[in-house]
C-alpha cells in the first residue's frame, strides 16, 4: 500500500511503551521512513524497528527537560518534507492525545506538506490495563476524562475542578505526577469524597512498571512515596474501587495484590492507625 509518498509527514503513535502495542500501520511507517522526530517518552525497543539507513533526531521532551521548542519541532519537520523525505513524526500514546499534534498539522498545512495521523494505544489504556480495570463501568462511571495537569514551574493546575468532581466519571490525569497534592485538594474542596478512590500507573506497559491503589485524600503521600522517575498516570473514580475487581486477579497481575498492600500501609500511616 503505498501511502506515503516522498514529501510527506505521517504522526505516528508508538503507544505506551511496549513493542508489542504498535499498531501494525505504525510499524509499517516507521519501516518507511528517511527520517524519525521522536519524543523522548517513545523506547529503543520502539525505534530498533527502523531501517538502518532511517535517521533518527531526538527532540524529546520530558517534564522540565525540554530540548526543543515546539515552533523548532515544527520547523524542522516542514523542512524535512519540503526537501522530499518521508518524515515520520514518532509520539508517545495517541498522537492527538496531549501531544501536540494540531501546532505540527497546521505547520505542515501551512506549507501545503500532507500531513496524516496514524493512532496509537494512549497511557490510559495501558494503565487500565495493567491495573485489570474498566475505565467506564455500567451505571457507576459513564463518563470518560482525559485531563492534562501540567503546568510551568511554580505554576498551580488552572483546572475547574468543579467540572471534574462528577461522582459518576473516571479521570484520567496526564501528567499530574508534580500536581498530585493540586488535585486531590482541587477535587475534595469540589464535592469529590476523600475516600473515592484513585490508582497510580507508572510506565504503564513496560517491564519497570509500577502500580498503586489509593484513595484521593491519599494521593499526595502515594504519588510521593510510590512513584519513581517514570511516566505516571493517575485515574480517579468509582470504577477502580477495589470491589469492583471481585475475582481473584491472575497471576499476572501479582503486582496489583502488592501494590494494593501498599495502599493498606500508606492508609494506616497516614491515619495513625
Ligand atoms: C505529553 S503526554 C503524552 C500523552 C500521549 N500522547 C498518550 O496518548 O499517552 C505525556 C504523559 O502521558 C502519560 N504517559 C505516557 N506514557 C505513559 C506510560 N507508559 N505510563 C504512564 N503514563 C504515561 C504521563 O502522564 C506523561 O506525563
Known sequence: MNDFEPGTVWLVGAGPGDPDLLTRKAERLIRAADVIFHDALVGRGILHLALRRTRLVSVGKRSGRH????????????????????????????????????????????????????????????????????????????????????VRAGQEPDLDWRALADPQATLAIYMGK?????????????????DTPVAL?????????????????????????????????????AALKPEVLAEPAPANLRALSVSASDHTSLYRCASGG
Open 178 to 194: 508534580a500536581a498530585a497534592p493540586d488535585v486531590s485538594a482541587g477535587l475534595m474542596a469540589a464535592g469529590l469524597p476523600g
Open 201 to 237: 500507573a507508572e510506565s504503564a506497559s513496560l517491564p519497570e512498571r509500577r502500580t498503586l491503589m489509593t484513595r484521593l485524600d491519599l494521593l499526595p503521600l502515594a504519588a510521593q512515596a510510590g512513584l519513581g522517575d517514570g511516566p505516571a498516570l493517575i485515574l480517579v473514580g
Open 67 to 150: 530540548s526543543k521548542e515546539q515552533k523548532t519541532i515544527d520547523a524542522l519537520i516542514v523542512e524535512a518534507a519540503l526537501s522530499g523525505k518521508r518524515v515520520v513524526r514518532l509520539k508517545g500514546g495517541d498522537p492527538a492525545i496531549f501531544a501536540r499534534a494540531a501546532e505540527e498539522m497546521a505547520a505542515c498545512r501551512a506549507h501545503g506538506v500532507a500531513v496524516r495521523i496514524c493512532p496509537g494505544v494512549t497511557a490510559a489504556s495501558a494503565a487500565a490495563a495493567d491495573l485489570g480495570v474498566s475505565l467506564t463501568l455500567r451505571g457507576m462511571a459513564r463518563r470518560l476524562t482525559f485531563v492534562t495537569a501540567h
